[in-house]
């Protein structure tokens, strides 16, 4: 059955194969082109292997003075050398200079919470440094309610002591008035 307008469907499509004789055309052309930069003078690593592979060799000198050659600078084919290629999506790093480096790595990055959370608990440690001194205002009302309380409660232990010497007068009087009235003598 026919889908949409073209009559066929994409997985019947028919496949596409390469002929041999196709394959003997590409052979022959990279051939040719091995044979083109042989006259050129330029040579590849690969192409070096398929002479030796075909029994054409050049004298010993020859080879140590190509092998030193190819050591010091590697040949590219084409236009490899003139392209460079970059991924634009790729972050590169940015090298930092020493100086900074060195401030960075002694210094561990922080996210702003856990710099907020130092923050917190440095203002804490110097307010209760300073509490303890009695610098705050909370510090500062706190020794005047303290200072309040001592004081009433000074009155309250003079007002139980006199309470306490009254007591112990009009037991003492009692008793002596006791004592008189039964004639006994102290």
Do not use: C
Not at 74 to 87: A, D, F
Not at 121 to 135: D, E, F, P, S, V
Not at 146 to 151: D, E, F, P, V, Y
């Amino acid at each position: 059955m026919p889908r949409g307008r073209g009559g066929k469907r994409h997985k019947g499509r028919s496949r596409h194969f390469t002929s041999p004789e196709e394959l003997e055309a590409v052979r022959k052309k990279t051939e040719r082109e091995k044979n083109w930069r042989e006259q050129k003078g330029e040579y590849s690593s690969s192409d070096s292997e398929d002479e030796g592979a075909t029994g054409e060799k050049k004298s010993s000198s020859t080879d140590s003075e190509e092998s030193d050659s190819e050591n010091e600078q590697l040949k590219v084919k084409g236009v490899e050398h003139l392209i460079e290629v970059e991924n634009p999506n790729r972050a590169a790093k940015k090298k930092l200079p020493k100086t900074d480096q060195n401030v960075t790595e002694d210094k561990p990055q922080l996210t702003r919470r856990e710099r907020e959370e130092l923050e917190r608990q440095k203002a804490k440690a110097n307010y209760m440094k300073l509490h303890a001194a009695g610098k705050t205002q909370e510090a500062q009302s706190d020794l005047a309610r303290l200072a309040l309380i001592r004081k009433q409660r000074e009155e309250a232990a003079k007002k139980k002591e006199e309470e306490r010497k009254a007591k112990e007068a009009t037991k003492a009087a009692k008793s002596d008035a006791l004592n008189k009235a039964l004639g006994k003598k102290s």
